[in-house]
Nanobody
Framework: QVTLVESGGGLVQAGGSLRLSCAASRGTVSRYAMGWFRQTPGKERESVAAIDWVAMNTRYTDSVKGRFTISRDNAKNTLYLQMNSLKPEDTAFYYC??????????????????WGRGTQVTVSS
């Protein structure tokens, strides 16, 4: 089956940058959309960004617009999240997710059926 593995998380100073990667194995189930979510203790999982895998249309939550960029590399079967101008409030556990049935740029976690284990991003002040 398809598996997702995140990498690139870590500790960074405010104003710095990180690039998260999500390597997806190629399985028998088609992939239509992928996205990044984040979660902190006591808060619900939040959709950060999403991408239509085929059309490359993208969507971002307001708090990261202009700072984060979601992209994909078909040749490497990899999803990326470039995070610039990081703020302490960006600190969270970040998850990569994929939908095998829904296209476009979905925002609900329930529209995604494949998940990575996540990677920690910590932004210090």
């Amino acid at each position: 089956q398809v598996t997702l593995v995140e990498s690139g998380g870590g500790l960074v100073q405010a104003g710095g940058s990180l690039r998260l990667s999500c390597a997806a194995s190629r399985g028998t189930v088609s992939r239509y959309a992928m996205g990044w979510f984040r979660q902190t203790p006591g808060k619900e999982r939040e959709s950060v960004a999403a991408i239509d895998w085929v059309a490359m249309n993208t969507r971002y939550t307001d708090s990261v617009k202009g700072r984060f960029t979601i992209s994909r590399d078909n040749a490497k079967n990899t999803l990326y999240l470039q995070m610039n101008s990081l703020k302490p409030e960006d600190t969270a556990f970040y998850y990569c997710a994929a939908s095998s049935r829904v296209g476009g740029t979905p925002y609900s976690q329930f529209q995604f059926d494949l998940w990575g284990r996540g990677t920690q991003v910590t932004v210090s002040s």
